[in-house]
């Protein structure tokens, strides 16, 4: 008898790849209808922070859908708005104190480009409208987010769509585009990646720039890179002085991910606005939002009818903003942050270990639960592999087949050349764990290594 096979009706991420299909999943481990277990060492996409089956969350989310499901809030608002809303402002500086809430961080930072447009124009400066952003950030898939970003691969095929923003490099002092050391900027007290952004603004006329939007810590385009001492204040400084409003994306690095509820207390600094995304629902709904200065909201008031002119039909969706509020309690009451510190600290430790072992690991670094490596043919010489090897997918494939999930980034140095590995487990992971995600990924790499020595092979 012919077997009769199931119509495929998803439209995939990627139709050349087979999927593993997820039946349940447990702490920072996901398991597969086959069985097979998983150590989600990316938690995700940097979203599932507190790991998987955490049953108040779950439970909140049905509480929730049973009172109200949707309400429009265009018409209508709901309890749990208001208390995540206050839960968020009391972790956020001091003059940030609004926060509005969209589905994902695409649309966080689309909202915040266009209030930093609106709150121009309401202020009587209408030709204020251009958004700076840097080569190798990354803020979402929209046509507004995918234009500020400086993905160059996302960007491409949607060229002619894209709106005409500048960019300025984003620093990454271990290979430095203005051919600098960071010892030296120190030194001299000068910054030129950040100085990039003064003489473009100089150039163009402060008068037509709207807002400057940058990631505290480049996650996913640079794979955790931390900027140098002095460069988010200098940023800072540079834009006040400008009327330029200062976007902070903290879509991956935020409620926890660097060891702080937001990676810019870190940095000292105060923005205008900052995004976030990912980390507040710990992925267990769609959920994100910006929360916003009193200036902007003031002036929103004032000058604008108190009518932000823009909206989402699930902005503040009840059952998410209780998934939202749920973890973010549990964040607090368990103590999250200092475990993340923890854990952080012992993690960085042990890939240090492990870079004597394995030659193909270059330059560590990160903050907290988020942290990066690159990956080069020979780090005594710094030899990149070429783009078309795809080393980072490589890699994370050779972890999976051994129980492990990556967050493989290419085109880390220009958007072509570069590899590297973003590691991220939820916050909750625990010091055994940390060493288990160790041990598969020494055999990943021991693996990878071995394709590499086949590479260098043929081309010599």
């Known amino acids: 008898m012919e077997r009769v096979v199931a119509k495929d009706y998803v439209f995939h991420r ?9 039946a349940h999943a447990e702490g920072v481990y996901l398991y597969d209808e086959h069985g097979n277990r998983y150590l989600d060492a990316s938690s ?13 969350i779950a439970e909140a989310m049905a509480e929730q859908a049973k009172k109200a499901g949707f309400v429009h809030t265009l018409r209508f608002e709901t309890k749990v708005l208001y208390e995540l809303a206050a839960e968020i402002g009391k972790m956020a500086p001091a003059s940030l104190n609004r926060v509005y809430f969209t589905s994902g961080g695409s649309e966080a930072n689309e909202s915040a480009m266009k209030l930093a447009r609106q709150y121009h124009r309401d202020r009587g400066k209408p030709e204020k409208h251009m958004v700076i952003g840097r080569w190798q950030g990354y803020h979402g898939n929209t046509l507004g987010s995918l234009s500020a970003g400086g993905d160059s691969k996302r960007r491409k095929p949607y060229t002619p769509t894209l709106a005409k923003f500048e960019h300025i490099y984003s620093p990454y002092c271990h290979r ?46 640079q794979g955790a890179v931390v900027p140098p001492d002095g460069y988010l204040q200098r940023v800072r ?69 108190g009518h932000f002119i823009h909206g989402y039909t699930f902005s503040g ?6 998934a939202g509020l749920a973890a973010v309690r549990y964040y607090q009451r368990e103590n999250v942050l200092a475990n993340c510190r923890e854990q952080g600290d012992y993690l960085f430790q042990r890939l240090s270990e492990l870079q004597q ?11 907290g639960l988020l942290i990066g490596f690159e990956l080069v043919i020979d780090r005594s010489q710094d030899r990149l ?24 980034g290419a085109g ?37 290594e071995a394709q590499v020595h086949t590479l260098i092979g043929k081309e010599e």
């Open 176 to 221: 430095c585009p203005y051919n600098r050391t960071e010892e030296i900027c120190q030194q001299e007290k000068l910054l030129p990646c950040a100085e990039e952004l003064e003489r473009l603004i100089k150039e163009i006329g402060p008068e037509s720039i709207s807002s400057f939007i940058c990631e505290p810590i480049v996650g996913s385009q």
């Open 237 to 305: 400084e540079i834009c006040a002085h400008n009327e330029i409003v200062f976007i902070i994306d903290e879509v991956m690095t935020g409620f926890g991910r660097t060891g702080t509820d937001f990676a810019s207390e870190q940095f000292g600094i105060q923005p205008d606005i900052i995004t976030f995304g990912k980390g507040v629902s710990a992925g267990y709904a769609p959920l994100a939002g910006m929360i916003v200065s009193d200036l902007i909201v003031d002036s929103l008031i004032e000058n604008g009818n």
């Open 317 to 322: 969706h009840p059952v998410s903003v209780a």
């Open 357 to 367: 072992k394995h030659n193909s690991m270059g330059q560590i670094r990160g903050k």
């Open 412 to 448: 880390t140095i220009d958007g072509t050349n570069g590899d590297h590995l973003l590691i991220g487990p939820p916050l909750t992971i625990t010091r055994e764990e940390v060493d288990e995600l160790i041990a598969i990924l020494d055999q990943a790499l021991t693996a990878f």
């Open 44 to 56: 995700g996409a940097i979203a599932a922070n507190l790991g998987h089956g955490v049953t108040e």
């Open 385 to 408: 592999f070429p783009p078309s090897f795809g080393a980072a997918e490589r890699l994370n494939q050779e972890a999976l087949k051994r129980g492990a999930t990556f967050y493989p």
């Open 14 to 22: 990627d139709f050349s790849k087979q999927y593993p299909v997820i």
